[in-house]
C-alpha cells in the first residue's frame, strides 16, 4: 500500500505552493486585474470519471497565451486545487491560466491490480493540452502558445509533454491539436526511471520505491524495462523537444538532484533550450527567500520569452 508518509506531506507541498503563490501574486500585479473564474470544467472522460480542470483569465480583450498547471503527490494524490493561487497570479499578469486533475494512481489490493498506473496520467495532461488548444476560442487565447508548469510527480509529467508526441490520438475532436507545449518548467521532478529516484540511503527511499512501482503498473524494475523507457523523459529528448526550465534542490531525499542534473545535461547535448537551478541547502521544492525570489524572476522570464507573442487584439 501507499505508504502513510506520503499522505502527511500535503502540509510540506503547502507550504512550499503557498510561498510561491504568494510571491507569484505580488510579482508586478501592484494593481491586479480582475479574473474571470471558472471552476470544474470537464476537459475529457476516463471510464465513467470526468477530467476536471479550473481556468483563470485576466479580464482583457486580447488574445492571450496559456499556461497549465499540473500538480503533484506522487501520481497518487494532490489535485488541481494546489496550483490555483499560482494559476491566478500568474493570470493576472496576461496569461490564460488552467490547473488540472488528471487520474491518480491507485495500489493493487483485494486481488485488484494496481489502477490508473502509466499512462493513464500522462494521457490526461496530453488530452488537456489538446483541449486547451481546441478551446482556443472560447478562452480566447494563442493555440500556439501554450507553456505548462508541475512540480515533483507534476515535473515528471510536464516533462514527459515535452519530450514525447501524443500518444493517443483516437479523439477525433482532438486529432489536429499537438500536446506539446512551446515551454515546460519543472520542478523537483524525476526523469529516469532506470535508475532509483530517490538518494541512495534517503530516508525516502522505501515510499518512494512503491509510488514509482505503482506508476510502472505494478512492476519491480528488473520486470519493466520497456515502461521505464517509455515513462522516461531523458531517452525521449529530440529535435522537437520544448524549452525547459528545471529546478531542483540539492538536497533533495525524494527525488535526487542527479535526476535534474543528467536530464539537463541531456538536453544540452542534443543542442536544447534548457537552464537547470540547483539550489543549495534545499530539498523538495524550496522556501529560501532568494531561492522563490529567482524561481519566480526566472520563471516569468522564461514564459514571456517564448509565450509572450500572442497575436494583437482583435
Known amino acids: 500500500m501507499l505508504d502513510e508518509r506520503w499522505m502527511r506531506r500535503p502540509l510540506l507541498r503547502r507550504m512550499l505552493l503557498l510561498l510561491l503563490s504568494l510571491a507569484l501574486l505580488c510579482t508586478g500585479c501592484a494593481a491586479q486585474a480582475p479574473l474571470t473564474t471558472e471552476l470544474d470544467i470537464v476537459y ?19 488574445v492571450l497565451p496559456a499556461v497549465i498547471f499540473i500538480h503533484g503527490g506522487g501520481w497518487a494524490a494532490g489535485s488541481r486545487a494546489d496550483y490555483r493561487d499560482m494559476a491566478k497570479g500568474l493570470a493576472a499578469q496576461g496569461y490564460v491560466c488552467f490547473s488540472i486533475d488528471y487520474r491518480l494512481v491507485k495500489p493493487a489490493e483485494a486481488g485488484r491490480p494496481v489502477t490508473n498506473p502509466w499512462p493513464a496520467p500522462f494521457d490526461d495532461c496530453q488530452r488537456a493540452v489538446r483541449w486547451v488548444r481546441a478551446h482556443a476560442d472560447r478562452f480566447k487565447l494563442d493555440a500556439k502558445h501554450v507553456g505548462v508548469l508541475g512540480g515533483s510527480a507534476g515535473g515528471h509529467l510536464v516533462a514527459c509533454l515535452g519530450t514525447m508526441d501524443t500518444r493517443d490520438n483516437s479523439d477525433a475532436d482532438l486529432a489536429g491539436f499537438s500536446s506539446r507545449p512551446e515551454a515546460v518548467v519543472d520542478i523537483s521532478g524525476p526523469t529516469d526511471f532506470a535508475v532509483d529516484i530517490a538518494p541512495e540511503g534517503s530516508k525516502d527511499a522505501g515510499w518512494v520505491k512503491v509510488v514509482t512501482q505503482n506508476l510502472l503498473q505494478g512492476k519491480p524494475r528488473d520486470q519493466a524495462a520497456e515502461l521505464i523507457r517509455e515513462a522516461s523523459p531523458i531517452y525521449h529528448i529530440d529535435a522537437k523537444t520544448s524549452p525547459m526550465l528545471i529546478f531542483h534542490g540539492k538536497a533533495d531525499t525524494i527525488v535526487n538532484v542527479d535526476q535534474a542534473v543528467r536530464f539537463d545535461a541531456a538536453l544540452r547535448q542534443a543542442g536544447r533550450d534548457v537552464k537547470l537551478y540547483a539550489f543549495d541547502g534545499e530539498g523538495h521544492g524550496f522556501g529560501q527567500k532568494a531561492n522563490v525570489e529567482t524561481f519566480i524572476r526566472e520563471t516569468v522570464a522564461f514564459f514571456g520569452r517564448l509565450l509572450k507573442a500572442a497575436p494583437a487584439a482583435q
Not at 44 to 62: C, Q, V
Open 44 to 62: 475529457g472522460r476516463a471510464g465513467d470519471t470526468d477530467l476536471l480542470l479550473d481556468s483563470f483569465r485576466p479580464n482583457d480583450e486580447r
